[in-house]
């Protein structure tokens, strides 16, 4: 079973929807969450970080299930520009160190 | 401020032939990564350094892989004898490790072809 596990996709959703990415970890000693984004033959950049709270950033809506060892994230009113593939990252070093664990990603098409 | 500086960005090369990447990372930021990133595929960890330490390389293939990060600054990644498995994407990145962000900073890669 891999570290980090999400659905590939694609998803193809027209302008204006909401689309939900699903992410599953099997560490449960993990101690940070992250979802990045990738554009197509660019580099992953940090979307937003992920809080047992749950946050939000404008249409996006991030949140974490630490007992199911799940990680979500919500785009609402999908724009064109949101086409991209979506990173589950997950940090399963110790206190104080980073050891990020990608997920293979979720790629999303956003159609006009 | 100056990015995650990776090169060379393209590289062919025949297999068996041997390859190496450079990585310069944002000045200040003690950790470095080394990711090898396929197609349709998530970056998987190669090497982490702490500084000049390799904390973590336990995904590295030691057989052909090596990398070093002299002074806890540059680093190099080097591949001998590259195999056609070895066509890639090598992504380096880094950060500062401090706080829960540990934003990863990433290069744009250096997309390895063998023949």
């Known amino acids: 079973r891999k570290e980090v596990e999400q659905d590939p996709g694609p998803f193809n959703v027209p302008e204006g929807a909401t689309v939900a990415f699903n992410c599953t970890y099997s560490?449960?000693?993990?101690?940070?969450f992250f979802w990045y984004r990738q554009d197509c033959r660019k580099e992953p950049k940090l979307l937003m970080s992920?809080?047992?709270s749950g946050n939000e950033d404008g249409r996006f809506t991030a949140q974490l299930n630490r007992a199911s060892q799940y990680i979500s994230l919500l785009i609402r009113d999908s724009k064109l520009s949101d086409s991209a593939t979506y990173l589950c990252?997950?940090?399963?070093?110790?206190?104080?160190?980073?050891?990020?664990?990608f997920g293979t990603g979720t790629r999303l098409k956003v159609l006009a | 401020e100056a990015g995650v500086v990776q090169s060379p960005r393209y590289k062919i090369i025949e297999k068996k032939q041997p390859v190496a990447f450079w990585c310069n990372p944002i000045?200040?930021?003690?950790?470095l990564y080394w990711y090898l990133q396929n197609l349709g595929q998530g970056p998987e960890l190669l090497i982490r350094?702490?500084?000049?330490?390799?904390?973590?390389d336990s995904q590295l293939p030691k057989d052909r892989f090596s990398a070093e990060r002299l002074k806890g600054v540059d680093s190099t990644l080097k591949i001998q004898p590259a195999e056609l498995g070895d066509s890639a994407v090598y992504l380096c990145?880094?950060?500062?490790?401090?706080?829960?962000?540990?934003?990863?900073?990433f290069g744009e890669g250096s997309r390895l072809t063998v023949l």
């Open positions: 992920v809080y047992s």
């Open positions: 560490n449960s000693a993990s101690q940070s």
């Open positions: 350094y702490e500084n000049e330490e390799a904390v973590d």
């Open positions: 990252v997950v940090n399963i070093g110790g206190s104080g160190t980073y050891k990020y664990i």
């Open positions: 000045s200040g930021h003690n950790t």
């Open positions: 990145a880094s950060s500062s490790g401090t706080g829960m962000s540990g934003e990863l900073f």
